[in-house]
């Protein structure tokens, strides 16, 4: 049995709700959900970021949207993050499991876009999991919103995993309420949800091997030819809308229907791929020793993968869903940049 609470609003012991609209607030949740006495290293995960450096990654973020107040104790009037857990009953689940559902549950479209981090906490006798997402969505800047529907939505999701694991739900008093079939990817069959819920979706795999390839490729042609190097045919054509994929398999797909078009989140198109090719490029004008390695870094990873491809193509048919929360392909120099970007806003990155 697990249950959904969101933090944001809610009463404390004094009787003042919580909020968190200032940096100061969100580092201090994100270094006490981390803390080593309440975790382990492999109870903690990131979607979007790598936990060790997900304050610095979220600042990155709101800055590149120009929505970075100017000091670390200024209080915006929208917080700056959301703060929810998900737990369990007593003795039903061990502290693996409670993160393995914590990993699916952030398959859900909800977060589609939006930096999270998480760790389980063994500190209690009831296991449960904290979330943390930065209010800005990394693709398109839009703030973090969820209404009554959508909430519901995520509770019902949460049920569905839990059933799926064995482990008990709370029974609502209308079971016609409840929605079987919330589902995350609602534009791909059944089959191919249950595929992308087991690591196993080439509509998956596709979109994150081209997140991992956009992120250092400093040009469309580039791009093309890292894709390539993976296997993957890529029809990129000026007098064309969308740009094809076609994978390994040979099953093909257009870049408005990698992502989720319902809510906007397609990073794969043209216009998204382009733009994040001239951020690219302007770090490497800047000169910035510490993120061009990174950066390195991550494309050596990529030709790693190509390599092993090359090698064995039944080795790991799917190797950047299986690298995906483990952030291989993740930055983790990002404090240089930071200060780059933001050089004489007068915030200082160490202060709480």
């Given amino acids: 049995m697990a249950i959904i609470e969101f933090i944001n609003g809610k009463k404390n012991t004094e009787g003042k709700r919580t909020t968190y609209k200032s940096l100061g607030s969100m580092k201090r949740l994100i270094n006490y959900i981390l803390k080593p006495e309440k975790t382990n290293e492999w109870l903690k995960g990131g979607i979007g970021c790598n936990p060790d450096t997900a304050y610095e990654e979220f600042i990155l973020t709101k800055a ?13 009037k929208s917080d700056q993050l959301i703060h929810f857990t998900q737990s369990f009953k007593k003795e ?22 939006y930096q999270v981090v998480y760790a389980t906490h063994i500190d209690r006798e009831h296991l449960h999991t904290h979330f943390v997402i930065n209010s ?21 999701y949460s049920d569905e995993l839990c059933r799926e694991h064995g482990l008990s739900i709370i029974p609502k008093k209308d079971k016609n309420q409840r929605r079987e079939n919330t589902r995350l990817h ?18 998956a795999e596709t979109l994150h091997a081209g997140l991992a390839v956009r992120k250092v ?14 296997g993957y045919k890529v029809r990129w054509e000026d007098t064309r809308k969308d740009i094809t994929f076609t994978t390994p398999e040979g099953k093909k797909i257009n870049s ?25 490029r302007q770090v490497k004008e800047n000169n910035n020793e510490s993120i061009i390695r990174a950066q390195e870094k991550s494309k050596l990873e990529i030709l790693k993968i190509i390599d092993s491809l090359t ?15 483990n952030g291989h392909l993740e930055g983790q120099a990002l404090k240089d940049k930071l200060i780059e970007l933001e050089k004489g806003k007068g915030i200082d990155w160490e202060r709480e």
């Fill in 64 to 76: 590149l949207y120009n929505k970075l107040p100017s000091t670390t104790t200024e209080r915006s």
């Fill in 311 to 325: 090698r064995d193509n039944d080795t790991n048919q799917y190797p950047f869903q299986n690298n995906w929360n």
């Fill in 256 to 280: 408005d229907k990698l992502g989720f078009p319902e809510r906007n989140y397609t990073p794969l198109t043209k216009e998204s791929l382009e733009k994040q090719f001239a951020l690219n």
């Fill in 92 to 113: 039903e689940v061990s502290p693996e499991l409670c993160k393995e559902i914590a990993d699916e549950l952030l398959n859900h479209e909800l977060f589609q876009g």
């Fill in 186 to 203: 609602q534009h791909t069959s059944s089959g191919e949800y249950r595929a992308k819920k087991q690591g196993r979706s080439w509509k």
């Fill in 136 to 156: 800005v969505n990394m693709d398109d800047g839009i703030r973090w919103h969820i209404s009554a529907n959508d909430l519901q939505r995520l509770k019902d």
């Fill in 217 to 230: 490729a400093l040009n469309r042609e580039e791009f093309i030819s890292m894709m390539n190097g993976l």
